[in-house]
């Protein structure tokens, strides 16, 4: 290997390394929020922010090795008068083995990375999903353009007459991990709350499940991402996460209110 | 290797320009064509920024629109959002960046590059841009009925929610758009395979020829693939229920349809969708790679490296479909396995952005305007590529999906890499496709007026969308969530307008130059490649006599030629001494 190729090779492989290992440190140091993402308010939120941040930094760091070598080539051999450029196909072995480098270094220091990172998250997360019978359930079934909410009522059973059902408004308490089941009864719709990091498709003909834990109390937006019809843009809920007691005493308003309509 | 059928020059003047079987003047009708949809694609995405800045303000109506329509207030009606982003999409898409990077280039190109008279099968060539014409009238029309369930429609709204005739015309328009394509591919892959001159072999093939090639492989693979979906949609909304399952509720009614599965289609879609990307993506690649070779006066960096990764992605394409999916409730061994896998395809992106740069070194660079647009592309692309990864990452696609973040990503791959692709081409092949220069001082303004608001409008989306902003929301400032950003949509529809308005720029360069710009010589930029050698415009049956390749396409700056290019069918320098210069230094 001629010796002016390595002093580009190690610095390239060293400032690789370096990035290679400082995401996860800064990650650990418990970034919570940047600018560019919105508010969170759930515990599992901080995976998804995590991840968001690192792949930022990597791409940021890959973009700029990029656009400055390109600007300094421009710049560099621009053409001028009697000045040659070199005849370089690029095919000897020199040039197969700083390819070969680079993709290793793009498949551990990103792709892998990446990879790895998004599966702990996502295990983590399942792992700690509440078990059906104990958790509080909500059930959401989309409509054009309506986000029906049930909850199960006194007997803790879905499809009895004693559910409770709103529209467009959810109740959920805080500290607490609430499992949304989800479908639709018409179209597709997807339930999306981007201040707890939660978004599932809300598809017709399945149920597909989706949990969170708010961290205090709050009112968010739920917002349907799908497109689902003209009225997309405003299939819009509201979601007020509050201490149990308020949100029984929610509970136990609408079913009063429900009393009476029927 | 077999002769193009040779059929006789045409003496009317319907069957010289209109119904020809040249593949030149398809390639021609082709980027006309495609134009045609860019400007007008181009309008209505002007139109939905208006409507996304200025949603209920009654200071901002409508130019044109709101009187034309009668609109209260100024303001559009829901349902006509719905049916500008879903025609923006489709039109732009599969109406105006296919008929110009694989319709243009490739009919064009391929037979001028690879030393042929013309296309394998010149009538199902000519046929093959007829189809294209009638699917782009249905889509005309289904612009004026009304269609409105994305680019993607995905069932059961594409089946359900919109009873008009326009949806039906819609799929049916690119049904047809699909069988004019694989009759493309059909003829490309043949006429690359059989009609090469003698001596080009497939290392002398310049890389556009490559990106091309690829291309029409991989729409053999998709389209028929999603020609089937697609038909299966359209008899659904007849009546059957391939996608729609038991016992759904439509404004009140119950469906009497059941059995079907909602993702099927999905799964259709894209195993067709994902490798679309690349379909229109890699001519591009080709056009870039070449382009940089020639205005650097440099052989193309790791020609062969090049095409062994043109090939790896394409394969890499037909199973990576399912990211579009990870919202869908995908199972967790199957989402891991779509996440790996697109991963992956960041290795041989990388080599490409390698090997651009690779060219450019040590290059001996003029910024033409083809140049400038070809850098462009390079900038772009590398923001449109790396942003792929946060939607490969499930994890960060669960968050990201369906926000302006995806609208920002793909804009950054098709509208700005492929457009400025395009527009490239457009201006390199220009002089010969029309016998004159495009003007060059207007070419560069273009560039920077373009490249400079691009990013503001696509840039600016990223932000909004790691934010959360939805997509195809017809109103943002319903939201309290998003209303400190609304400014945001403000100045990305500014940025809008300017990019708009700096591509009549480019008409005003287009048309004048088609009939007073400087008559161009047969090869104004001093390039290898075959199309160089022949008159501009070139005549009927391209070559005088077969030419034949004394050697590959990127001859540049060789130390013992005379001059710093030696065409392909030159033969000045001693076959072998290139290799000896190169083993010299
Ligand atoms: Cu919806
Ligand atoms: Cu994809």
Redesign the interface.
């Known amino acids: 290997m001629q010796r002016r190729w390595l002093i580009p090779l190690a610095t390239g492989t060293g400032a690789w390394t370096i990035l290679a290992i400082a995401p996860p440190c800064w990650a650990a140091g418990g970034v919570k929020r940047v600018w560019?993402?919105?508010e969170d308010y759930s515990t599992t939120g901080y995976?998804?922010d995590n991840?968001?941040n690192i792949?930022?930094f990597?791409?940021a760091v890959?973009?700029a090795a990029?656009?400055i070598?390109?600007i300094y080539?421009?710049v560099r051999?621009?053409?001028?008068e009697g000045?040659?450029?070199?005849?370089?196909?690029?095919?000897?072995p020199i040039?197969?083995a700083?390819?070969v480098t680079?993709?290793l270094i793009?498949?551990i220091a990103?792709?892998?990375n990446?990879?790895h990172?998004?599966?702990v998250?996502?295990?983590e997360i399942?792992e700690q999903a509440p078990d059906p019978e104990s958790a509080f359930v909500v059930f959401v079934t989309g409509?054009?353009f309506n986000w029906v909410i049930t909850y199960p009522g006194t007997d803790g059973q879905f499809g009895t007459l004693d559910d409770i059902e709103t529209r467009n408004e959810m109740h959920v308490p805080v500290g607490e991990k609430v499992l949304v089941r989800i479908t639709s009864?018409?179209?597709?719709h997807?339930f999306?709350i981007?201040?707890l990091?939660v978004?599932?498709?809300a598809?017709?003909?399945?149920e597909?499940?989706v949990w969170f834990e708010v961290t205090e109390p709050t009112k968010?937006?739920l917002?349907?991402?799908?497109?689902?019809?003209?009225?997309?843009?405003?299939m819009?809920g509201r979601v007020v996460a509050e201490s149990r007691e308020a949100v029984e005493r929610w509970l136990q308003e609408q079913e009063q209110f429900q009393e009476a309509m029927r | 290797m077999a002769e193009a059928r040779g059929h006789h020059e045409p003496r009317t003047f319907l069957g010289r320009y209109i119904f020809s079987r040249d593949h030149k003047i398809i390639g021609i009708q082709f980027l006309f064509t495609g134009l045609f949809f860019l400007l007008l694609g181009g309008l209505m995405a002007l139109v939905i920024r208006w409507q996304l800045a200025w949603p209920s303000d009654e200071t901002h109506p409508l130019p044109l629109l709101a009187k034309w329509y009668g609109w209260e207030g100024g303001h559009m009606?829901?349902?006509f959002?719905?049916t500008l982003i879903t025609m923006h999409g489709s039109i732009m898409i599969f109406f105006a960046i296919t008929p110009i990077v694989i319709g243009f280039l490739g009919n064009y190109l391929i037979p001028l590059q690879i030393g042929a008279k013309d296309m394998a099968f010149p009538t199902l060539n000519m046929l093959s841009y007829w189809v294209f014409f009638v699917a782009s009238v249905c889509m005309i029309l289904a612009l004026i009925f009304g269609a409105?369930?994305?680019w993607t429609a995905?069932p059961?709204?594409s089946v359900?929610?919109t009873p008009s005739i326009g949806q039906d015309l819609w799929i049916l328009a690119l049904a047809l758009m699909g069988v004019s394509s694989l009759m493309g591919a059909i003829n490309y892959v043949t006429t690359i395979i059989q009609l090469r001159a003698p001596g080009m072999t497939w290392g002398r093939l310049p890389l556009t020829i490559w990106g091309l090639f690829y291309t029409a492989v991989l729409n053999l693979a998709v389209l028929p693939v999603i020609a089937a979906g697609l038909f299966l949609l359209l008899l659904d909304r007849w009546g059957t229920s391939f996608y729609i399952?038991?016992?759904?509720?439509?404004?009140g009614q119950r469906l009497d349809q059941g059995g079907?599965?909602?993702?099927l289609y999905q799964h259709l879609f894209w195993f067709f969708g994902h490798p679309e990307v690349y379909i229109l993506i890699l001519p591009v690649w080709g056009v870039v790679s070449e382009l940089l070779a020639v205005f650097?006066?440099?052989?193309a960096?790791?020609?062969?490296?090049t095409v062994i990764c043109m090939g790896i992605i394409v394969g890499l394409s037909l199973i990576v479909w399912g990211h579009h999916m990870f919202?869908?409730?995908m199972a967790?061994m199957l989402s891991?396995t779509f996440?790996?896998l697109t991963?992956?395809i960041?290795?041989p992106s990388?080599?490409f952005?390698?090997?651009w740069?690779?060219?450019?070194?040590?290059?001996?660079?003029?910024?033409t305007s083809p140049m400038l647009f070809t850098?462009g592309i390079?900038?772009v692309f590398?923001?449109g590529g790396?942003?792929g990864?946060?939607h490969?990452?499930?994890?960060?696609d669960?968050?990201?999906?369906?926000?302006y973040f995806v609208v920002g990503h793909f804009h950054y791959t098709l509208a700005a890499s492929v457009l400025f692709g395009s527009i490239a081409s457009i201006y390199y092949w220009f002089p010969k496709a029309f016998g004159r220069m495009m003007n060059e001082t207007l070419g560069k303004w273009h560039f920077w007026l373009t490249f400079i608001p691009l990013q503001g409008v696509f840039f600016g989306m990223f932000?909004q969308g790691?934010?959360?902003h939805?997509r195809?929301?017809?109103?943002?400032t319903?939201?309290?969530?998003l209303r400190p950003w609304q400014s945001y949509n403000v100045f990305i529809t500014y940025c809008a307008l300017a990019l708009g308005a700096a591509q009549l720029l480019f008409v005003a360069n287009f048309v004048y130059s088609l009939f007073a710009g400087r008559k161009a010589e047969r090869n104004p930029w001093g390039a290898t490649t075959l199309e160089w050698t022949v008159p501009s415009p070139p005549p009927h049956g391209n070559f005088e006599a077969t030419p034949v390749i004394r050697r590959w396409a990127?001859d540049?700056?060789?130390?013992e030629a005379p001059r710093?290019y030696l065409v392909q069918t030159e033969d000045e320098v001693p076959v072998g001494a290139?290799v000896a210069?190169?083993q010299k230094?």
Request: with cysteine; proline share 6%; hydrophobic share 45%.
């Open positions: 560019w993402l919105p995976h998804f991840l968001f792949v930022l990597e791409t890959a973009f990029v656009v070598a390109l080539f421009v051999y621009r053409h001028r000045h040659r450029a070199v005849y370089e196909r690029g095919d000897r040039h197969l700083i390819t680079l993709a793009v498949f990103i792709d892998m990446i990879v990172r998004s599966n998250s996502l295990a399942a409509e054009q009864r018409d179209v597709i997807s999306n981007p201040q990091r978004k599932m498709d598809v017709p003909g399945m597909t499940r968010l937006e917002a349907c991402a799908e497109l689902c019809g003209w009225g997309h843009y405003m819009k | 009606p829901p349902t959002y719905l409105g369930a994305g995905y059961p709204l359900v929610a399952p038991e016992g759904l509720i439509v404004n079907g599965a909602v993702l650097s006066r440099k052989p960096f790791g020609y062969k490296a919202t869908a409730g967790p891991k996440m790996t991963t992956l960041s290795i990388a080599v952005f390698l090997n740069l690779g060219t450019l070194w040590k290059g001996d660079i003029h910024l850098l390079v900038f590398a923001i790396l942003t990864l946060f490969a990452a499930e994890a960060v669960l968050y990201v999906h369906d926000t932000i790691a934010h959360g939805m195809r929301i017809a109103d943002p319903l939201y309290d969530f990127y540049y700056s060789l130390p710093d290139e210069a190169a230094r």
